[in-house]
Structure formats: structure tokens, C-alpha cells
T-cell receptor, first 111, second 113 residues
Framework: QKEVEQNSGPLSVPEGAIASLNCTYS??????FFWYRQYSGKSPELIMF????GDKEDGRFTAQLNKASQYVSLLIRDSQPSDSATYLC???????????FGKGTSLLVTP | DGGITQSPKYLFRKEGQNVTLSCEQN?????MYWYRQDPGQGLRLIYY???????QKGDIAEGYSVSREKKESFPLTVTSAQKNPTAFYLC????????????FGSGTQLSVL
């Protein structure tokens, strides 16, 4: 099984700070990477995806991909208490159809 | 509104019993998925289906079965062979291969009596 690794946290940041969430993956052939946010007891919701090396920005969120290091990260600028959730990293599997998810990082933004 | 409907929201299973979780979508997606989530854990793939009358095992298929007789429906049966079924079950549809998001249902919490 291809692995997707995340630090489980909790990661605690003060309101207004930058939160940095990291993910590593084992399959060097992986092409597409996704970040989902999940509130407790709810379904995951897509924040953004990335498939090219470098940065991709969407509002307060920036995804960073480094395929050589097999590393993908998510930066959240100006963190808000409403950003407190679990963030799941997902990688498109070898089959090309399904996503493999990491265990998620719990983020707590304190007022 | 287009979306995915899972039912029931809560389900209790007795020892030795099979139970079926329902998943219906009106998004016209060919591909559907079942994931299991344990507390503090990520999502693990149970089964997926790319098209009607076809489905593939995921990473943790043992003790589960599925059918895909209609495009809209992808029910999951948790059999008595699954000895630790307590978990949050999520159904999804979509095409991540084209960098599209997965649409998730609201989930079913299954517990053992």
C-alpha cells in the first residue's frame, strides 16, 4: 500500500498567524495531490488540489508541491478560529481512480 | 440540489448480523467510493466502482461487500465477518483523476450493540 504521512498534531497557532501543514508520500509516481478539511463529525470538503511543482494560491490558502522530495504542504495565512479542523492530505492512487488519504493533522486556531 | 445521500445516519449492529448502508447520488457520476474512518484516523478505501456492474476492492475490503446495479446507487454491506465494524462510513462520487473534487455524503456512524 502506498503511504501518505501526516503529523497528527494538534497544531496550535494564534489567530492571525500562518499555519503550516505538511504531508509526505511514498509513491514517486504520484501525480495529483489534494487537501481536504474536515470538521468533527462532518464530511471532508475540498480546499484545493495541486499537480505541478511549486506553489498554488487560492485566497488565504497556498499549496506547495515538491515532487523530488515527495512533499506537499498547505499554508493558511491569517488563520481564523473557524479554520480549526482536521486537514487531510490525499494522493491519487496507482489505479488512477481512487484517493489515498493520510491520517490528517488537527489544527487549533486560538483567539 | 445535486448531491449524495447516505442513510441511515446512525446504525447499530448486533453480533453476527449483516447490515447494509445506503448511498444514492444524483450527480450522474460513474465513479463511486466507500471509505471507512476510525476516530483520529484518515479515510481508508473499502471498495470503489468506476461503472455500473463493476467494482474493485480497496485496501480494507475484507468483511464488506458491495453491488452496483444502478448508476445512482452503491450500497455497502457490512457482514458478520467484519469483526470490528464500529466506524464512520463515508460514500463519495467523482473523478479525482481529472483533478475534480470528490463529493461526499454526510456519513453513517455504525456501532456494535
Amino acid at each position: 500500500q502506498k503511504e501518505v504521512e501526516q503529523n497528527s498534531g494538534p497544531l496550535s497557532v494564534p489567530e492571525g498567524a500562518i499555519a503550516s501543514l505538511n504531508c509526505t508520500y511514498s509513491d514517486r509516481g504520484s501525480q495529483s495531490f489534494f487537501w481536504y478539511r474536515q470538521y468533527s463529525g462532518k464530511s471532508p470538503e475540498l480546499i484545493m488540489f495541486i499537480y505541478s511543482n511549486g506553489d498554488k494560491e487560492d485566497g488565504r490558502f497556498t499549496a506547495q508541491l515538491n515532487k523530488a522530495s515527495q512533499y506537499v504542504s498547505l499554508l493558511i495565512r491569517d488563520s481564523q478560529p473557524s479554520d480549526s479542523a482536521t486537514y487531510l492530505c490525499a494522493v491519487l492512487s496507482n489505479s488512477g481512480y481512487a484517493l489515498n488519504f493520510g491520517k490528517g493533522t488537527s489544527l487549533l486556531v486560538t483567539p | 440540489d445535486g448531491g449524495i445521500t447516505q442513510s441511515p445516519k446512525y446504525l447499530f449492529r448486533k453480533e453476527g448480523q449483516n447490515v447494509t448502508l445506503s448511498c444514492e447520488q444524483n450527480l450522474n457520476h460513474d465513479a463511486m467510493y466507500w471509505y471507512r474512518q476510525d476516530p483520529g484516523q484518515g479515510l481508508r478505501l473499502i471498495y470503489y466502482s468506476q461503472i455500473v456492474n463493476d467494482f474493485q476492492k480497496g485496501d480494507i475490503a475484507e468483511g464488506y461487500s458491495v453491488s452496483r446495479e444502478k448508476k445512482e446507487s452503491f450500497p455497502l454491506t457490512v457482514t458478520s465477518a467484519q469483526k470490528n465494524p464500529t466506524a464512520f462510513y463515508l460514500c463519495a462520487s467523482g473523478y479525482p483523476a481529472t483533478n475534480e473534487k470528490l463529493f461526499f455524503g454526510s456519513g453513517t456512524q455504525l456501532s456494535v450493540l
